[in-house]
């Protein structure tokens, strides 16, 4: 994120602020009118005309509601599509840090895909997305509202689809949502079923668990992107996954929810024998970027280094199930002896028996 900051200043201090304040405009709005609402339901008995009152006040409530966030979202989508411009003037850059930037995507994700689908204007317009939740904060959707793709996201909780389906985005683009839990049994069929068989422009896996198993099943597709989130915690140097559960859970699994997913090395390992090049990570360590091999030329001689970062974000939890904000090499205490899968031997071993786990760089980055 610092070198977001320091390539855009002002986008993305806008862009942050702007993204926080639609947040707490929604959350203000909904609390509101459920006030209002419940109001008027205690009067219902009593009077009414407190009863059409409420109703009516609270009709002009989600009018002004829906009218404000669309201009605040017109704004934002406006502001991206300026960071967007920015990004495609950049010809060679020293790694994917250099043009992110966050419109719809958790970290910079937004930027690294503009970047890249400028480098490739002939792949296929169409993604997949799992792991999405409503679809508010992911990586394809600004794809979607910049670019008009069309796409197939994946989310395990029914709400979640109901929500993204009662949004005007969904009516307003070529989107299909599907309420799944994906696991290596269903995956290629889901994908099938939703029509997005063949060449894809992007696949996006955030499973927060089985991603490295699943990523290795799908055989349906041909993306010329993948994006694949990694677990930094498991460390750059050794191909390490957690065992394969179909109803793997995150915190499940374990309490702190840093036992999930694969590591950098797992990724580049996979994705190295389904035929893509490594590009990077984003500057938080997240997510890991690949391209197709036939067309990874104009991307890697453009960037001056394919880097994984270490991850500093810090959401861990307590067992409670509180966060409590354990940094770097903490959290891979709190997992420390915990099962994975050492994919050059296919033994399960326990974390700490793996040493070292992380180069110089990343450690010096994630201590």
């Known amino acids: 994120m610092t070198h977001q900051a320091e390539r855009f200043p002002g986008q993305a201090k806008y862009l942050s602020s702007l993204s926080r304040t639609i947040s707490l405009a929604r959350s203000q709005l909904r609390t509101l009118a459920a006030r209002i609402a419940g109001g008027a339901g205690r009067a219902a008995g ?14 002009q409530q989600q009018m002004l509601s ?6 605040l979202d017109r704004s934002l989508l406006l502001q991206g599509r300026i960071a967007a411009m920015q990004v495609a003037a950049r010809d060679k850059i020293r790694h994917l840090g250099d043009v992110e930037f966050r419109v719809c995507s958790q970290w910079g994700e937004d930027g ?8 490739l204007p002939g792949i296929n317009r169409s993604f997949v997305e799992f792991g999405v939740e409503n679809f508010a904060e992911a990586n394809c959707r600004f794809l979607i509202e910049n670019r008009g793709w069309r796409g197939l996201v994946f989310d395990g909780n029914p709400e979640y689809m109901k929500s993204l389906r009662e949004d005007a985005l969904y009516w307003r683009h070529d989107l299909t949502a599907v309420n799944a839990f994906i696991t290596v ?18 696949l996006s896996v955030d499973l927060d668990g089985n991603d490295y198993w699943v990523l290795e099943a799908i055989d349906c597709v041909n993306p010329a992107i993948i994006i694949l989130e990694v677990n930094g915690v498991f460390g750059d140097l050794k ?3 957690v065992p394969y559960r179909p109803d793997f859970h995150r915190l499940v699994a374990h309490y702190s929810g840093q036992y999930f997913g694969c590591s950098v090395a797992a990724a580049k390992l996979l994705c190295a024998r389904k035929g893509y090049s490594f590009l990077g990570t984003n500057t938080n360590g997240v997510n890991a970027f690949f391209v197709r091999n036939d067309l990874a030329d104009p991307i890697l001689e453009s960037l001056g280094e394919t880097r994984a970062w270490a991850p500093r974000h810090r959401d861990s939890r307590n067992r409670l199930g509180e966060l ?14 915990m099962p994975v899968v050492d994919l050059l031997t296919g033994r399960l071993v326990a974390l700490n028996e793996l040493q070292p786990l992380y ?9």
């Open 46 to 59: 009593a009077n009414g005309q407190a009863v059409e009152l409420g109703r009516h006040i609270l009709g």
């Open 66 to 71: 829906y009218h404000s966030l669309s201009r």
């Open 112 to 119: 690294i895909v503009e970047w890249l689908c400028q480098k």
């Open 185 to 202: 049994e269903n995956i290629n069929e889901l994908i099938a079923q939703g029509g997005f068989a063949g060449e894809l422009g992007i």
């Open 239 to 241: 191909p390490l996954t």
């Open 324 to 337: 409590d904000f354990v940094r770097g090499l903490g959290r891979y205490q709190l997992v420390a002896d």
């Open 359 to 367: 180069s110089d760089s990343f450690m010096e980055e994630f201590r």
